[in-house]
T-cell receptor
Framework: GQNIDQPTEMTATEGAIVQINCTYQ??????LFWYQQHAGEAPTFLSY??LDGLEEKGRFSSFLSRSKGYSYLLLKELQMKDSASYLC??????????WGAGTKLIIKP | GAVVSQHPSWVICKSGTSVKIECRSL??????MFWYRQFPKQSLMLMAT?????????EQGVEKDKFLINHASLTLSTLTVTSAHPEDSSFYIC???????????FGPGTRLTVT
């Protein structure tokens, strides 16, 4: 079966750095997405990785290792507005998104 | 660019009635649209995939006669929840993509409450 695992909840301090991990087992792989979702709102796109390595975009970076079935989202200089759920999703061989359950990130002052 | 709208943003309906949710791509042609449902504190669950001019493909466990999907044009898809029941109360989100891209663009979601 297809499976995506990420921690249910994480807590971090404002100004700090946090890494949210995601491991996956899917039928085929056509890329991995990270989305941010605030409560009651739709997901917003953060990053897309299809090749191994680190992609940096401002305060957010995303890493992928296809051989390990592993990705992480790194958030630097945390701000209170970063409190949200972070969803990992893999595009499988049918180009269908398989979603993780999401990681709720709580930022404390 | 790549804006997707949904209407209404929230709706309350009585049990047994039907409700229609619209999903529009405002500045691009959406060859494929997706409908998701999300219950509180859970991730998105894909309900169905629709390609313009074709019948929707429903995920296992989703009743196609209850959740009617129409994708009549390259900018509009509709989801009709027929004979709604309280257990259908959820956050419904649509997304859209063009044929050559992998990224899906999400609408703002519709909060449905069935009383």
């Amino acid at each position: 079966g297809q499976n995506i695992d990420q921690p249910t909840e994480m807590t971090a301090t404002e100004g700090a750095i946090v890494q949210i991990n995601c491991t996956y087992q899917t039928s085929g792989f056509n890329g991995l997405f990270w989305y941010q979702q605030h409560a009651g709102e739709a997901p917003t796109f953060l990053s897309y990785n299809v090749l191994d390595g680190l992609e940096e975009k401002g305060r957010f970076s995303s890493f992928l290792s296809r051989s390990k079935g592993y990705s992480y989202l790194l958030l630097k200089e945390l701000q209170m507005k970063d409190s949200a759920s972070y969803l990992c999703a893999v595009l499988d061989s049918n180009y269908q998104l398989i979603w993780g359950a999401g990681t709720k990130l709580i930022i404390k002052p | 660019g790549a804006v997707v709208s949904q209407h209404p943003s929230w709706v309350i309906c009585k049990s047994g009635t039907s409700v229609k949710i619209e999903c529009r791509s405002l500045d691009f042609q959406a060859t494929t649209m997706f409908w998701y449902r999300q219950f509180p504190k859970q991730s998105l669950m894909l309900m169905a995939t629709s390609n313009e001019g074709s019948k929707a493909t429903y995920e296992q466990g989703v009743e196609k006669d209850k959740f009617l999907i129409n994708h009549a044009s390259l900018t509009l898809s509709t989801l009709t929840v027929t004979s709604a029941h309280p257990e259908d109360s959820s956050f419904y989100i649509c997304s859209a993509k063009t044929g050559g891209e992998v990224e899906q663009y999400f609408g703002p979601g519709t909060r449905l409450t069935v009383t």
